[in-house]
């Protein structure tokens, strides 16, 4: 996985390269090494840029200047597969982490970014389970996601956006209609929900599955322990499966999940198989995708743009943080809904867009 660049500095041209060093704990022997060259033609290998024994080893390194800070940036497969970040004041190091660290979940992977001198875009695939079948394994590889936009903040915090242009793109007004099914909802052009200790739901009818663009402003209340949206619920109003899209803005995180999730194997037996006659199968991510939020948005609002294309979900919340995944689980009845769990929100200019 070389990368190529010009080290004005240092007067040559740089190559990063994945590698592992001969010693050290096994699993932790990932290296990101350093050649050089005047000529691209004849390359001399120095010591490495980065030897943090932290992974088996790094993917897909890269290395640019946004803002006022350095980024260094890697895959890893060997713990959380996601794409990392690291930050410095200098291309040399030392390279400090973030309480965001990642520009999403497992299932964006390998980013490359490009830049335009003004703007970074961060680019990377979505990957698929083999034969597009629920129950079989992931692949290596898969589709190319939407691009991220790169933002660094005065702490070196790196947020990734929807780019407005993917945004314009999404023109046409797709005709939606709240149907409360469960809680006090007031309805209107900005709906309002209760679920003060308590569960509330709606589903949203219209908007379909193919190259959509759901956009959504939500202002939970005081103490809300979750709200988002639901996608994909089964069984009408007893809710029996689905995903969901959560804003937890106490736990300062957005979850992207799957109900009902695997339990311990006992209860698994006693109350999903035996009960309610559901196998779930355990998946290596859970949650799906969890991301923390770098900082909480001085209004109380969260802005939510979920594109989805057909199995593709990427949820951009508060111009941040990005989850993405890929939902084969389809409802026969409903695609889309929103949910209040403890507490109350508004949903402020909600629209669908193609």
């Known amino acids: 996985d070389p990368f190529v660049y010009r080290d004005e500095d240092a007067g040559c041209f740089k190559m990063l390269i994945s590698a592992r060093l001969k010693d050290g704990p096994q699993f932790r022997r990932g290296c990101i090494a350093v050649a050089t060259s005047d000529d691209l033609d004849n390359w001399e290998v120095g010591p490495p840029l980065a030897s943090s024994m932290l992974t088996h080893c790094p993917e897909c390194p890269e290395i640019f200047k946004l803002g006022d800070w350095w980024y260094l940036v890697e895959s890893r497969y060997s713990e959380r597969m996601q794409t990392l970040y690291r930050v410095a004041k200098s291309p040399e190091g030392p390279w400090e982490s973030r309480k965001l660290d990642s520009l999403d979940g497992r299932r964006f992977y390998a980013a490359k970014s490009a830049s335009d001198s003004d703007r970074r875009f961060s680019f990377a695939w979505i990957p698929f389970r083999k034969h597009h079948e629920a129950k079989n394994n992931w692949v290596w590889g898969g589709e190319?996601?939407?691009?991220?936009?790169?933002?660094?903040?005065?702490?070196?915090?790196?947020?990734?956006?929807?780019?407005?242009?993917?945004?314009?793109?999404?023109?046409s007004p797709v005709e939606?209609?709240?149907?409360?099914?469960?809680?006090?909802?007031?309805?209107?052009?900005?709906?309002?929900?209760?679920?003060?200790?308590?569960?509330?739901?709606?589903?949203?009818?219209?908007?379909?599955?193919?190259?959509?663009?759901?956009?959504?402003?939500?202002?939970?209340?005081?103490?809300?322990?979750?709200?988002?949206?639901?996608?994909?619920?089964?069984?009408?109003?007893?809710?029996?499966?689905?995903?969901?899209?959560?804003?937890?803005p106490m736990k300062e995180r957005v979850l992207f999940d799957r109900w009902p999730d695997a339990m311990d194997p006992l209860w698994d037996s006693l109350v999903l198989n035996e009960r309610h006659d559901i196998e779930v199968r355990k998946e290596i991510d859970s949650p799906l995708v969890e991301r923390p939020l770098a900082f909480t948005p001085e209004d109380g609002r969260y802005r939510v743009q979920i594109l989805r294309k057909g199995s593709a979900i990427e949820c951009f919340v508060a111009g941040q943080v990005v989850a993405s995944f890929r939902v084969y689980d389809m409802s026969d009845t409903d695609a889309w809904g929103l949910f209040v769990q403890e507490g109350a929100a508004t949903f402020h200019d909600l629209t669908f867009r193609k």
């Open 176 to 248: 939606h209609e709240l149907r409360p099914m469960l809680g006090e909802w007031k309805m209107g052009d900005t709906p309002h929900c209760d679920a003060t200790g308590a569960y509330a739901f709606a589903f949203l009818d219209g908007p379909g599955r193919d190259d959509v663009l759901l956009d959504v402003v939500i202002e939970p209340g005081a103490n809300t322990e979750a709200v988002g949206v639901l996608i994909e619920p089964k069984g009408g109003d007893e809710l029996e499966s689905g995903y969901c899209l959560s804003i937890e």
């Open 144 to 171: 190319l996601g939407s691009p991220r936009e790169l933002v660094s903040l005065p702490d070196g915090t790196l947020i990734s956006r929807l780019p407005q242009e993917v945004d314009d793109s999404y023109a």
